[in-house]
T-cell receptor, first 110, second 112 residues
Framework: SQQGEEDPQALSIQEGENATMNCSYK?????LQWYRQNSGRGLVHLIL?????REKHSGRLRVTLDTSKKSSSLLITASRAADTASYFC??????????FGEGTQLTVNP | NAGVTQTPKFQVLKTGQSMTLQCAQD?????MYWYRQDPGMGLRLIYY???????DKGEVPNGYNVSRLNKREFSLRLESAAPSQTSVYFC???????????FGAGTRLSVL
């Protein structure tokens, strides 16, 4: 399967805590992307990490990529209630197509 | 700057009816995509268009047709709707420079 698999499926934390979600895959990739989906909305791109990169930061987001283990993690620091959403990893393996995982549902409690 | 616009936002069909979902982007992107999302699942690619005049099947193309009308517009047609096509449909376009996809707000379709 070219699909990424997210872990955990659901995560509930308190405001101010850090949230970590993971994505594992089985194929070679060009890049790996993370998207957020608020309830009832479309997906919004968060961050892209290329296969030759190991770590990227964007504001409170940190993404790591380990191509030898075929895994990535997304860390959201100092979580806020507004971070409550589903988070998806997406793999770009060839051409311009993305394959999405099933997502992690993050709930941040005030 | 509207980004990706999908119409309609909601639709209820009876089994066997046909309809066309419309999508337009104003970002001058070459590539456009149609996905479906079922409860608790990620997105599955139905069809995509790498450039104006070309279309290709994705993971779940059966029961659907597409038209890349021009660079801006990419429509998805259900010729004879089935209850299994009840889903939320998303259109997206891709920035060639950055490889990022931009999504519309979705069309929520129920087939009774």
């Amino acid at each position: 399967s070219q699909q990424g698999e997210e872990d955990p499926q659901a995560l509930s934390i308190q405001e101010g805590e850090n949230a970590t979600m993971n994505c594992s895959y089985k194929t070679s990739i060009n890049n790996l992307q993370w998207y957020r989906q608020n309830s009832g909305r479309g997906l919004v791109h968060l961050i892209l990490i290329r296969s030759n990169e190991r770590e990227k930061h964007s504001g409170r987001l940190r993404v790591t990529l380990d191509t030898s283990k075929k895994s990535s993690s997304l860390l959201i620091t100092a979580s806020r209630a507004a971070d409550t959403a589903s988070y998806f990893c997406a793999l770009e393996t060839s051409g311009s197509r993305l394959t999405f995982g099933e997502g992690t549902q993050l709930t941040v409690n005030p | 700057n509207a980004g990706v616009t999908q119409t309609p936002k909601f639709q209820v069909l009876k089994t066997g009816q046909s309809m066309t979902l419309q999508c337009a982007q104003d970002m001058n992107h070459n590539s456009m995509y149609w996905y479906r999302q079922d409860p608790g699942m990620g997105l599955r690619l139905i069809y995509y268009s790498a450039s104006e005049g070309t279309t290709d099947k994705g993971e779940v193309p059966n029961g659907y047709n597409v038209s890349r009308l021009n660079k801006r517009e990419f429509s998805l047609r259900l010729e004879s709707a089935a209850p299994s096509q009840t889903s939320v449909y998303f259109c997206a376009s891709r920035s060639r420079d950055f490889g990022i996809q931009y999504f519309g707000a979705g069309t929520r379709l129920s087939v009774l």
